[in-house]
Nanobody, 122 residues
Framework: QVQLVESGGELVQAGGSLRLTCATS????????MGWFRQAPGKEREFVAA????????SYADSVKGRYTISRDNAKNAVYLQMNSLKPEDTAIYYCAAAYTVTTRLAAYNYWGQGTQVTVSP
């Protein structure tokens, strides 16, 4: 049974940092591209970052480029999102997901976690 479980979301002040973790099980983790998406109230879910199975290729949304870093540890079946210089606009539910290719398309991701809330106060 495929499971993706996010953790690490919390309330943080603008300018602060947060590290999200996605723990996975039930599939061949290293064969999948892993991505992070976020969804703010009243808005559509949007792409944040993705990383290839071997970790050689990464992709970031323009809004987070230079502030966020995606990484993975295949030995631990986990993917991480390091978020620095956080802004109130980063407030959203953050989801991790698995796909077969590095892409920004939500529909290409086959497995999803339940999400973790990140709130950035002014």
């Amino acid at each position: 049974q495929v499971q993706l479980v996010e953790s690490g979301g919390e309330l943080v002040q603008a300018g602060g940092s947060l590290r999200l973790t996605c723990a996975t099980s039930g599939y061949t983790f290293s064969s999948y591209v892993m991505g992070w998406f976020r969804q703010a109230p009243g808005k559509e879910r949007e792409f944040v970052a993705a990383i290839s199975g071997g970790g050689w290729t990464t992709s970031y949304a323009d809004s987070v480029k230079g502030r966020y870093t995606i990484s993975r540890d295949n030995a631990k079946n986990a993917v991480y999102l390091q978020m620095n210089s956080l802004k109130p606009e980063d407030t959203a539910i953050y989801y991790c997901a698995a796909a077969y290719t590095v892409t920004t398309r939500l529909a290409a991701y086959n497995y999803w976690g339940q999400g973790t809330q990140v709130t950035v106060s002014p």
